[in-house]
């Protein structure tokens, strides 16, 4: 960071908005010697002046400043990146808009594309800082997860965090500081000395004698607040010393120094200003409805200073908490005339979060309502917890007055799993619902009401086995009919599980037949009551029991079906769903022109905003075509990750985590991919789902030389996967099934029938033939090779040992070596890891 003169100019006033700060050069050299590092912790207690020494720094250097300041209610994750972006904005507003496009990044592709975002907008050779002022405030694990992450990349050697804290922030902050990467300023190095407090006195025009200066010194201890509620004791009194009790009758120095001097307009003014946070110009404007009052607030620049990286004024929190216990000098009809004012204010600015919490303390819930209707139809366990308390604190009346919040409630209730509590509420609502007025709202409600029976009976269908809940969706088309109301994207689509056919292992095939018949019977009704809701999911039902039964041209017939409909009726997840499904085929056939087309419809989804899911249904799609592919590298950072989840619900996580264990089991991570196939947390355990698990974990265990532990887990897959005559998982693993179902063949492993191991051997050999063609003509191999010499490296490249490639290509393992000689001379390697270096960096690999 460049070096300013002005940091040894002395002790100079610094006005800045309205404030008048002391210059401490000692202060800003610390803090410019701190902001050459990536983060900077400043831990100090109240009224040590850190929020002033920063911002004073900040304004003398005059960088770009983003300025997060915390308060308890950023514990709720959207309300925190509500207020993270209104930061953003102040330096970028291009910025802040493409990050409201996006949800707050809990996960890590989603964090990973905010940081694309921001990235593409850091001007190389500037310098900023990230403040978060009064980090001790948060205690939500994913907000803290969120500025661990931010602060722990180093990606931008330009950008300083800067943490403001009383106490020590919950970040695990050990790493940065081992590397020498933390800069730490606590309470010691932000006391006044008792020269920069006389100077401190002389700006204000006092001059001490030395040994009431040493007295006051004494007492304060140098704390910043102290000093100047002692200076202002002297300009009014003159008196020769402090008393000891200074810091603990602060709120009486207050009263006495302060308050007794304002106007009582001006004081009611600041009363009704603590009831609120955010003090933005034009909100402060409508409370005080005064500019003579404004003016008049300015000249406390000591206790109240505008900033203009929050574009707000910031009240010092001493002084607050001392207006706050004034409240009760207010009105009721005062303080609701504030609070919603600035409820208002907060709509109008898109700080929902923020909004709905004025809304409740005025009681109004009809705003409140409208805010969460707003809301995805999936909400965060945050924020629906949130929601939750406000509904659980509500009056009684307000399901009788507002009958659209039961509505509400059950969207609620649905994205923190309590179904059967949604269940039940809903059923005891229905007689009051049916009773209303005649309405189109009335239908609404009943409409709303009969989709959630009918939505909960099939996700509590997965238990029950019982499929009685169609006449609710029957019900819903009737009332869709006396309603106006059309559902749109994304409301209207479908939240898919992992698999489709939602059945427990184990199960035959009649049994997930049963299912797809409830879904081709339900889905009319679904589709008029919905707006298009699961136009498509009976085909692509039918067509993942068809593909995992190997069945692939009815697959392929019926997987086209359901992707012409999805489109119809703006489906996104079941289009998604079919094109993966699709994209298997095509590479189980080594169709290079089929993949390539549905890499392309697969990209053009991420341009759809509706489809809130598209990121990571992408990265997860795509991650499992490239590890099958031999192209571990490529996926995603965060399916590379042991412990990070995405942002869908958790009955969509069994889809990502079979990629993170594929991923670690072909990085020879095994105990990693065991971990993951092990954790499988709330995901409901879907007959597919566990055939594909349950195969890994044999050809994981045979790979850690665990043939017992192998053979077991591969009798388990039979057992699952028999009556239902489902293959495809097997034949997916390629040389590693091979390998397994030789051995097994070979040692009569108990319990797996010869002809079984056998079939299950043939499709596997077919498959890894297919599966290496299609990689060698990705990769974009060069002429350097032949065809057969890049099969033979990209089994090296794989760790496939030369027997291993002879049997997955067919050649005898003098061929290989032969093959693998002949690489080496035309790459110029010296051994297996040299060529497969060479061959990545000529684009061979």
Same mark, same amino acid.
């Given at each position: 960071?460049?070096?300013?003169?002005?940091?040894?100019?002395?002790?100079?006033?610094?006005?800045?908005?309205?404030?008048?700060?002391?210059?401490?050069?000692?202060?800003?050299?610390?803090?410019?010697?701190?902001?050459?590092?990536?983060?900077?912790?400043?831990?100090?207690?109240?009224?040590?002046?850190?929020?002033?020494?920063?911002?004073?720094?900040?304004?003398?250097?005059?960088?770009?400043?983003?300025?997060?300041?915390?308060?308890?209610?950023?514990?709720?994750?959207? +309300? !925190?990146? #509500?207020? /993270? $972006? %209104?930061?953003?904005?102040?330096? &970028? @507003?291009? =910025?802040?808009?493409?990050? *409201?496009?996006?949800?707050?990044?809990?996960?890590?592709?989603?964090?990973?594309?905010?940081?694309?975002?921001?990235?593409?907008?850091?001007?190389?050779?500037?310098?900023?800082?990230?403040?978060?002022?009064?980090?001790?405030?948060?205690?939500?694990?994913?907000?803290? +997860? !969120?500025? #661990?992450? /931010? $602060? %722990?990349?180093?990606?931008?050697? &330009? @950008?300083? =965090?800067?943490?403001?804290? *009383?106490?020590?922030?919950?970040?695990?902050?050990?790493?940065?500081?081992?590397?020498?990467?933390?800069?730490?300023?606590?309470?010691?190095?932000?006391?006044?000395?008792?020269?920069?407090?006389?100077?401190?006195?002389?700006?204000?025009?006092?001059?001490?004698?030395?040994?009431?200066?040493?007295?006051?010194?004494?007492?304060?201890?140098?704390?910043?607040?102290?000093?100047?509620?002692?200076?202002?004791?002297?300009?009014?009194?003159?008196?020769?010393?402090?008393?000891?009790?200074?810091?603990?009758?602060?709120?009486?120095?207050?009263?006495?120094?302060?308050?007794?001097?304002?106007?009582?307009?001006?004081?009611?003014?600041?009363?009704?200003?603590?009831?609120?946070?955010?003090?933005?110009?034009?909100?402060?404007?409508?409370?005080?409805?005064?500019?003579?009052?404004?003016?008049?607030?300015?000249?406390?620049?000591?206790?109240?200073?505008?900033?203009?990286?929050?574009?707000?004024?910031?009240?010092?929190?001493?002084?607050?908490?001392?207006?706050?216990?004034?409240?009760?000098?207010?009105?009721?009809?005062?303080?609701?005339?504030?609070?919603?004012?600035?409820?208002?204010?907060?709509?109008?600015?898109?700080?929902?979060?923020?909004?709905?919490?004025?809304?409740?303390?005025?009681?109004?819930?009809?705003?409140?309502?409208?805010?969460?209707?707003?809301?995805?139809?999936?909400?965060?366990?945050?924020?629906?917890?949130?929601?939750?308390?406000?509904?659980?604190?509500?009056?009684?009346?307000?399901?009788?007055?507002?009958?659209?919040?039961?509505?509400?409630?059950?969207?609620?209730?649905?994205?923190?799993?309590?179904?059967?509590?949604?269940?039940?509420?809903?059923?005891?609502?229905?007689?009051?619902?049916?009773?209303?007025?005649?309405?189109?709202?009335?239908?609404?409600?009943?409409?709303?009401?009969?989709?959630?029976?009918?939505?909960?009976?099939?996700?509590?269908?997965?238990?029950?086995?019982?499929?009685?809940?169609?006449?609710?969706?029957?019900?819903?088309?009737?009332?869709?009919?006396?309603?106006?109301?059309?559902?749109?994207?994304?409301?209207?689509?479908?939240?898919?599980?992992?698999?489709?056919?939602?059945?427990?292992?184990?199960?035959?095939?009649?049994?997930?037949?049963?299912?797809?018949?409830?879904?081709?019977?339900?889905?009319?009704?679904?589709?008029?009551?919905?707006?298009?809701?699961?136009?498509?999911?009976?085909?692509?039902?039918?067509?993942?029991?068809?593909?995992?039964?190997?069945?692939?041209?009815?697959?392929?017939?019926?997987?086209?079906?359901?992707?012409?409909?999805?489109?119809?009726?703006?489906?996104?997840?079941?289009?998604?769903?079919?094109?993966?499904?699709?994209?298997?085929?095509?590479?189980?056939?080594?169709?290079?022109?089929?993949?390539?087309?549905?890499?392309?419809?697969?990209?053009?989804?991420?341009?759809?905003?509706?489809?809130?899911?598209?990121?990571?249904?992408?990265?997860?799609?795509?991650?499992?075509?490239?590890?099958?592919?031999?192209?571990?590298?490529?996926?995603?950072?965060?399916?590379?990750?042991?412990?990070?989840?995405?942002?869908?619900?958790?009955?969509?996580?069994?889809?990502?985590?079979?990629?993170?264990?594929?991923?670690?089991?072909?990085?020879?991570?095994?105990?990693?991919?065991?971990?993951?196939?092990?954790?499988?947390?709330?995901?409901?355990?879907?007959?597919?789902?566990?055939?594909?698990?349950?195969?890994?974990?044999?050809?994981?265990?045979?790979?850690?030389?665990?043939?017992?532990?192998?053979?077991?887990?591969?009798?388990?897959?039979?057992?699952?996967?028999?009556?239902?005559?489902?293959?495809?998982?097997?034949?997916?693993?390629?040389?590693?099934?091979?390998?397994?179902?030789?051995?097994?063949?070979?040692?009569?492993?108990?319990?797996?029938?010869?002809?079984?191991?056998?079939?299950?051997?043939?499709?596997?050999?077919?498959?890894?033939?297919?599966?290496?063609?299609?990689?060698?003509?990705?990769?974009?191999?060069?002429?350097?090779?032949?065809?057969?010499?890049?099969?033979?490296?990209?089994?090296?490249?794989?760790?496939?040992?030369?027997?291993?490639?002879?049997?997955?290509?067919?050649?005898?393992?003098?061929?290989?070596?032969?093959?693998?000689?002949?690489?080496?001379?035309?790459?110029?390697?010296?051994?297996?890891?040299?060529?497969?270096?060479?061959?990545?960096?000529?684009?061979?690999?």
């Amino acid at each position: 960071m460049e070096t300013h003169k002005s940091f040894f100019r002395g002790f100079t006033p610094m006005a800045s908005e309205n404030r008048i700060y002391l210059e401490r050069p000692r202060i800003h050299r610390l803090l410019e010697k701190a902001t050459q590092k990536p983060v900077v912790s400043i831990t100090a207690g109240a009224g040590y002046g850190k929020t002033c020494a920063v911002y004073a720094f900040a304004k003398t250097i005059n960088v770009r400043t983003a300025w997060i300041q915390i308060s308890e209610r950023d514990n709720l994750e959207e +309300r !925190f990146w #509500e207020n /993270f $972006i %209104s930061a953003v904005a102040i330096i &970028n @507003v291009n =910025t802040a808009e493409l990050l *409201r496009k996006i949800i707050f990044p809990a996960a890590e592709q989603q964090f990973d594309r905010f940081l694309a975002l921001l990235r593409q907008d850091i001007i190389p050779g500037e310098k900023y800082l990230f403040v978060c002022d009064d980090l001790h405030l948060v205690s939500n694990p994913a907000v803290l +997860r !969120f500025l #661990e992450r /931010f $602060i %722990s990349l180093g990606l931008f050697p &330009n @950008v300083s =965090t800067v943490l403001i804290s *009383r106490t020590e922030p919950s970040l695990n902050t050990e790493k940065l500081a081992s590397k020498k990467l933390l800069a730490r300023i606590n309470e010691k190095d932000l006391r006044f000395n008792r020269d920069e407090m006389v100077s401190y006195f002389r700006i204000q025009n006092l001059s001490p004698a030395p040994g009431t200066a040493s007295a006051i010194y004494r007492d304060t201890e140098g704390w910043a607040f102290a000093i100047h509620l002692a200076g202002m004791s002297l300009k009014n009194s003159g008196a020769a010393h402090i008393p000891q009790a200074l810091r603990s009758n602060v709120f009486r120095l207050i009263e006495s120094e302060i308050m007794t001097s304002v106007s009582k307009k001006l004081r009611k003014a600041l009363i009704k200003l603590s009831l609120i946070e955010n003090l933005n110009p034009d909100l402060v404007r409508k409370i005080a409805n005064d500019s003579a009052l404004i003016r008049e607030m300015e000249n406390l620049s000591s206790f109240i200073r505008f900033d203009s990286y929050l574009n707000s004024y910031h009240i010092h929190h001493l002084f607050l908490d001392y207006l706050r216990g004034k409240q009760d000098e207010l009105g009721e009809e005062e303080k609701t005339d504030v609070r919603t004012k600035t409820a208002l204010w907060c709509v109008k600015n898109s700080r929902k979060m923020d909004a709905v919490f004025y809304y409740e303390k005025t009681g109004d819930y009809n705003g409140i309502f409208k805010i969460l209707d707003t809301l995805p139809l999936i909400l965060s366990s945050q924020a629906a917890r949130f929601a939750l308390d406000i509904l659980d604190r509500a009056p009684a009346s307000i399901y009788r007055e507002y009958p659209k919040s039961i509505v509400i409630r059950n969207r609620v209730l649905a994205s923190l799993d309590l179904f059967e509590q949604s269940r039940k509420e809903t059923l005891e609502s229905l007689p009051r619902f049916k009773a209303l007025p005649e309405s189109p709202e009335k239908h609404l409600i009943l409409l709303v009401s009969y989709l959630n029976l009918g939505t909960i009976g099939i996700i509590q269908s997965i238990n029950t086995k019982k499929y009685d809940f169609i006449d609710f969706f029957k019900k819903a088309a009737l009332e869709a009919g006396k309603t106006s109301y059309v559902t749109k994207p994304p409301l209207n689509g479908v939240v898919l599980c992992s698999y489709v056919c939602r059945v427990t292992a184990p199960a035959s095939k009649k049994e997930i037949e049963q299912y797809i018949e409830m879904l081709e019977l339900i889905i009319p009704y679904t589709v008029k009551a919905m707006g298009g809701c699961r136009y498509g999911l009976h085909e692509l039902a039918r067509g993942e029991l068809a593909f995992f039964r190997g069945e692939h041209k009815e697959a392929e017939k019926l997987f086209s079906q359901s992707l012409v409909k999805a489109r119809k009726k703006q489906q996104y997840e079941i289009e998604n769903r079919a094109l993966f499904y699709l994209l298997r085929i095509h590479l189980s056939r080594g169709d290079q022109e089929g993949v390539r087309i549905v890499l392309r419809q697969l990209e053009a989804e991420l341009e759809e905003p509706l489809f809130p899911n598209r990121h990571s249904y992408y990265d997860i799609v795509n991650g499992w075509y490239f590890i099958q592919t031999g192209r571990k590298e490529k996926i995603a950072p965060w399916l590379k990750n042991d412990y990070e989840e995405s942002e869908l619900h958790s009955a969509a996580h069994g889809l990502e985590k079979l990629v993170k264990a594929k991923y670690f089991f072909a990085a020879k991570r095994y105990p990693a991919a065991l971990a993951v196939m092990e954790n499988r947390g709330n995901e409901e355990p879907l007959i597919m789902g566990d055939v594909e698990i349950k195969a890994l974990e044999a050809v994981c265990r045979y790979r850690q030389q665990d043939r017992q532990g192998a053979y077991t887990a591969l009798e388990e897959a039979y057992r699952l996967a028999a009556p239902a005559a489902l293959f495809m998982p097997f034949a997916e693993l390629g040389k590693d099934m091979r390998a397994l179902t030789e051995a097994a063949m070979k040692e009569n492993a108990a319990g797996l029938p010869l002809q079984w191991l056998t079939e299950i051997r043939r499709k596997a050999v077919v498959y890894n033939k297919k599966i290496h063609r299609h990689a060698g003509i990705e990769s974009g191999e060069s002429q350097l090779l032949s065809h057969r010499e890049t099969e033979v490296l990209i089994g090296l490249s794989q760790g496939l040992t030369m027997e291993e490639i002879a049997g997955a290509s067919s050649i005898s393992p003098n061929t290989v070596k032969s093959a693998v000689k002949s690489i080496y001379s035309k790459l110029g390697a010296y051994n297996k890891a040299d060529a497969v270096r060479i061959a990545a960096s000529k684009g061979i690999l």
